[in-house]
């Protein structure tokens, strides 16, 4: 894309990025870290089963995983959650109340969980996370606006790369969805869109980019939106 000429290369650990980015698991998915060099304070974003990646990445550069942000609780979204509650217990799972139904009875036993609404602000380290809450795959589901230079956003399964997340599965919602893409739609442009999953060649995007191009983007109306393919 030409806002962002990297987008074809997933974002690789590098000292001094807040973002390191992921493909894992047979459903494409997208995770994420999260990284405060200054502190050496790491979050994890939607882990995966396979976290050898991730996890190895913070320990060759010293960080401590202290929070784990989950878009949505799909199970391909929470698969590596159980894991990282018995590896690192200390950590904060950040996730919206709507979505805990779906979480398991030992990590609601053993985690420390806080039950984020739209528009609450989390620190990892020294960076600033921002919450909003934008339902329509799921009921609880979030996106998570980072606010660096640039600014990253996390948009789970809510808006992807040319197209958005579906809407037939429990608790999803037509309506729900075409009012949390216009919340994005308000957002800084030059944020840097990360998907939930690699479905289409880039791994990256912007929200400029995607004002112009994406077709959920461009609907106007609820039923213009629930009639695309």
Avoid at 167 to 172: C, E, H, S, V
Wanted: charged letters at 20%; proline letters at 7%; glycine letters at 6%.
């Amino acid at each position: 894309m030409e806002s962002y000429p990297h987008s074809k290369t997933p974002l690789p650990e590098k000292e001094n990025s807040p973002i390191a980015q992921f493909e894992i698991g047979d459903y494409k998915n997208f995770v994420y870290l999260i990284l405060d060099w200054a502190g050496k304070k790491a979050a994890i974003v939607d882990p995966q089963n396979d976290l050898t990646l991730p996890l190895s990445t913070l320990t060759r550069n010293g960080f401590e995983l202290t929070h784990i942000f989950l878009t949505h609780t799909h199970f391909d979204h929470i698969a590596g959650v159980p894991q990282l509650v018995k590896t690192h217990p200390h950590a904060l799972i950040v996730v919206h109340r709507d979505e805990l139904h779906r979480m398991d009875h030992f990590v609601m036993g053993h985690a420390e969980i806080k039950s984020v609404q739209d528009g609450d602000l989390i620190q990892v380290g020294q960076l600033q996370i921002k919450a909003h809450h934008t339902p329509g795959h799921s009921s609880g589901e979030c996106s998570y606006f980072l606010s660096t230079t640039p600014p990253y956003l996390f948009t789970g399964d809510t808006l992807f790369i040319r197209d958005c997340g579906r809407t037939d599965l429990p608790t999803g919602s037509n309506k729900e969805m075409f009012q949390s893409l216009q919340k994005l739609r308000k957002l800084d442009p030059n944020s840097i869109i990360l998907p939930g999953h690699h479905y289409q060649e880039e791994y990256h995007s912007t929200l400029a980019v995607e004002l112009k191009i994406s077709p959920p983007l461009q609907c106007k109306t609820v039923e213009e939106l629930a009639s695309l393919p």
